[in-house]
């Protein structure tokens, strides 16, 4: 396990050795510009997430960004070269959101981004197929009525660290058993009526999800998560092979999709507020924007 993060580590952040490399015979020249000792490199997630996307745009966008090259690789991968750069205290910028662990674990900071390429405050809505309110009218209160804090949320990604998701989950769900009661006012329950929840790769989905697989089938449904793409879970609330999604980051993250499968789609509106996409540096980079990255000469 830690060999292969190795390997990859070797493959995003080749500036890095590079710069190791050069320092025993070039010991007098001043140290490279941040930007090349990054290889005017940004370390990104997976190619089919929204804050790729945005980050690519974002490129455009700065005239200083003219030249970088956004990474693509996995959340996995970029968190790996995050903590590889911070052990060696070498310059690093990543594609980064809250809620994530990261925030707990590193002392990083978030930069301003005065063009908003990667949006401001998201919300994370909850979105169901059509005619679910009929199907499942206690599944579907149950989706209307559910609603928590970023604190909620960063509670079963913190304990998810050590412990599987299903027990963070179960630990959270008998924690908070008021709100729990206030999600499941009104509804009825059922004899293991199947229930698809469609959800997304990151630990800030995987939270929500399971939270409520739990309460869903305490209720007496029978929960099946299905993990997929974005926009593959837009198509498939939209073509009714999904019940409920509570993984949209909107207004800029999925602004896309949405726009395209909105009316195919029941929007039930945010269940938290307070996301964020952002470029994320280490706290020791002596930079505070976007637009202090140095442009590519
Ligand atoms: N994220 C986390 C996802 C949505 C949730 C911000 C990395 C994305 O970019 O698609």
Redesign the pocket.
């Known amino acids: 396990m830690k060999k292969s993060k190795y390997r990859r580590l070797l493959t995003v952040l080749p500036a890095a050795f590079l710069l190791l490399g050069c320092e025993a015979g070039e010991s007098e020249e001043e140290p490279a510009d941040v930007g090349e000792a990054m290889d005017h490199t940004i370390v990104g ?1 997976e190619a089919g ?4 996307e945005m980050a690519e745009d974002m490129l455009n966008d700065y005239d200083n960004l003219e030249g970088w090259e956004l990474q693509t690789s996995s ?1 996995a991968g970029m968190v790996t070269a995050l903590e590889q750069a911070i052990e060696n205290e070498e310059p690093i910028v990543v594609t980064g ?1 809250t809620p994530h662990w990261i925030f707990e674990e590193f002392d990083l900071k978030i930069l301003d981004d005065p063009k908003n390429s990667l949006g401001e405050e998201e919300f994370i809505h909850t979105i169901v197929r059509q005619g679910l309110e009929e199907d499942m009218p206690g599944a579907y209160t149950v989706m209307e009525n559910f609603s928590w804090e970023v604190e909620d949320m960063q509670e079963v990604m913190f304990a998810a660290q050590d412990i599987p998701f299903e027990e963070a989950a179960t630990n959270w769900v008998e924690d908070n058993r008021d709100m729990v009661d206030e999600w499941t006012a009104g509804a009825e329950p059922v004899d293991g009526q199947e229930f698809r929840l469609v959800s ?1 790769p ?1 630990d ?2 995987r939270a929500s999800s399971h939270v409520m697989q739990i309460v869903l089938e305490e209720l007496g449904y029978t929960v099946d998560i299905t993990s997929v793409d ?1 926009v593959v879970m837009f198509q498939a609330i939209a073509h009714d092979e999904g019940d409920a999604s509570l ?1 949209p ?1 909107l207004p800029m ?2 602004g896309a999709y949405y726009d395209e499968y909105e009316d195919q789609i029941v929007d039930l509106g945010p269940n938290m507020s307070g996301a964020m ?1 952002g470029l994320v540096v280490p706290a020791y980079m002596d930079i505070d924007s976007v637009e202090d990255l140095p442009a590519k000469d």
Do not use: K, V
Not at 49 to 52: E, L, N, P, Q
């Open positions: 997630i997430s929204g804050t790729t959340t959101w997304t990151w800030s989905e974005p993984a980051w993250t999925f996409n």
